[in-house]
């Protein structure tokens, strides 16, 4: 299968061949002013749905070709590219990470029943975070079914995304060549959601898809997500012993803004943490943390060995690695050593056997 970087290689390729601009090739293929964002978000690792994919193949002149056989080139049965399975419809977990509703939306290992009404063969849910849009009816964790094929009106909650890859549900206020409008509501203070509304760049904005129908799941158990021990660990702990992976409710990651692809689980081995870490004792770590702070504790890879210290930057050419037990010695890392290691994230939970 090829891989993003591969196609938008091919697509570079054959744009420069015929003369085209990034914009130009957009708007032939998708009929829109897209600027270069699609065939940008290709170069950054994001491949587009089969449906803009093929469309993109045309306006080039190419074949859009999935897999053998074509001795003939005869029609295949079966669903065409871009369709979603028969009867179902993908679900995306969406991640609000501000006051205003706009996080990141990620494909579920899931699938739901399509309702009788919809067609849209693009459909696809989104299951909602946070309270943004609570005054209209969309509560937290209910299932916004959005259908790509339907052109948004004023008064639609819609789904968006940007060329950024920050996506948010939203209430369409207008939507014209230069602005998109969107409605949305605060987090609650003193018992009163109060209204916002934003005004983006349709330059900014890639996709605005309408909301066709909200659905409120039954209660059930909450998922869960495994996460694994770092894989330089692997080794040690199938030696040593100890919990390699631990399985925690998605919501847990959902309430600290998070998804489970952030974290990595850390084996601690050694006694430099003591008292607040054991040896064996398992820390779960948040990889988009990076950044030393004083009084908190991170995870640290020097070499081939992690280590979980307390971190402190007095300047940018010097790290300092302290330790909890007072007879381990601290460690100060500057020239080739600060460069070779590498702070994997900061410390949000720990564990330890009794």
Same mark, same amino acid.
């Given at each position: 299968m090829i891989d993003a970087q591969s196609l938008f290689e091919l697509i570079e390729a054959r744009r420069k061949e015929l003369g085209l601009t990034q914009s130009q090739v957009t708007e032939r293929a998708l009929h829109s002013q897209g600027g270069t964002s699609v065939i940008q978000n290709i170069r950054?690792?994001? /491949?587009?749905?089969a449906q803009k994919l093929n469309a993109i193949c045309k306006a080039l002149g190419l074949e859009f070709y999935i897999g053998a056989p074509r001795p003939g080139q005869e029609e295949m049965p079966g669903p065409q590219p871009g369709f979603a399975e028969s009867g179902t419809v993908p679900l995306q977990r969406f991640i609000a990470d501000d006051s205003k509703g706009w996080g990141r939306s990620v494909a579920e290992d899931r699938r739901i029943a399509r309702p009788d009404h919809i067609s849209d063969p693009e459909a696809f849910f989104v299951r909602a975070d946070g309270a943004t849009l609570v005054p209209v009816g969309v509560g937290h964790g209910d299932l916004c079914l959005v259908t790509p094929a339907r052109p948004p009106q004023p008064g639609d909650i819609v789904w968006v995304r940007g060329v950024d890859g920050r996506t948010g549900i939203k209430s369409l206020t207008a939507m014209g060549d230069t602005f998109v409008d969107l409605r949305g509501w605060l987090p609650e203070q003193d018992g009163t959601q109060r209204p916002y509304v934003e005004q983006l760049l349709r330059s900014y904005v890639e996709e605005v898809f309408p909301v066709a129908d909200i659905l409120t799941p039954a209660a059930e158990e909450d998922e869960l997500a495994t996460i694994r021990l770092h894989p330089i660990q692997n080794k040690v702990a199938a030696e040593q012993g100890g919990l390699a992976t631990i399985a925690l409710p998605l919501a847990w990651f959902s309430k600290r803004q998070m998804l489970p692809d952030d974290a990595v689980l850390i084996a601690v081995h050694d006694d430099a943490m003591q008292p607040v870490l054991c040896p064996g004792s398992r820390v779960l770590v948040d990889k988009r943390q990076t950044t030393a702070e004083p009084g908190k504790l991170f995870a640290v890879r020097l070499r081939r060995e992690? %280590? %979980?210290? +307390?971190? !402190? *930057?007095?300047?940018?050419?010097?790290?300092?690695?302290? *330790? #909890?037990?007072? %007879? &381990?010695?601290?460690? /100060?890392?500057?020239? #080739?050593?600060? #460069? !070779? &290691?590498? /702070? $994997?994230?900061? %410390? /949000? +939970?720990?564990? #330890?056997? $009794?």
């Open positions: 950054r690792g994001s /491949i587009p749905s992690i %280590v %979980v210290r +307390w971190l !402190e *930057c007095p300047n940018r050419e010097t790290l300092i690695l302290s *330790c #909890s037990n007072p %007879v &381990a010695p601290s460690m /100060i890392l500057q020239g #080739s050593e600060l #460069s !070779e &290691a590498e /702070i $994997l994230g900061q %410390v /949000i +939970w720990f564990g #330890s056997e $009794l």
